[in-house]
């Protein structure tokens, strides 16, 4: 008898700490209105994101305050920044702030 290959399970990154879609389960409740979130929770929850954030980078941290300067929700756009994925945005090359600054200055990098 042969078993069906198992779908691999998605890791989260070292630096992320935890298990991705526990924590997006976690987010969606987080930041609904109607659910009350224990306080302990919400502490998790807050130190989750931050970490996630942190760990995508200079480049997705200014976006993400350039999008709260505009008006934009703070969780909603804190849960859609901590669901990036770290690694891909460092691969894509967007966690350098490098061509930005080149931009404002005019140099090149």
């Known amino acids: ?33 109607n659910i009350e979130v224990p306080p302990d929770l919400q502490a998790l929850r807050r130190d989750f994101v931050a970490r996630r954030v942190h760990a995508l980078g200079p480049r997705p941290l200014y976006e993400l305050l350039r999008e709260l300067a505009s008006g934009a929700d703070l969780l909603t756009r804190l849960e859609a920044y901590a669901r990036l994925d770290p690694a891909l945005t460092a691969a894509l090359g967007g966690s350098a702030l490098q061509s930005l600054f080149a931009a404002l200055d005019g140099s090149r990098a």
């Open 1 to 33: 008898m042969t078993m069906a290959p198992s779908k691999p399970s998605r890791a989260a990154p070292a630096s992320a700490g935890g298990d991705p879609r526990k924590s997006e389960r976690l987010g969606k409740a987080f930041v609904q209105k």
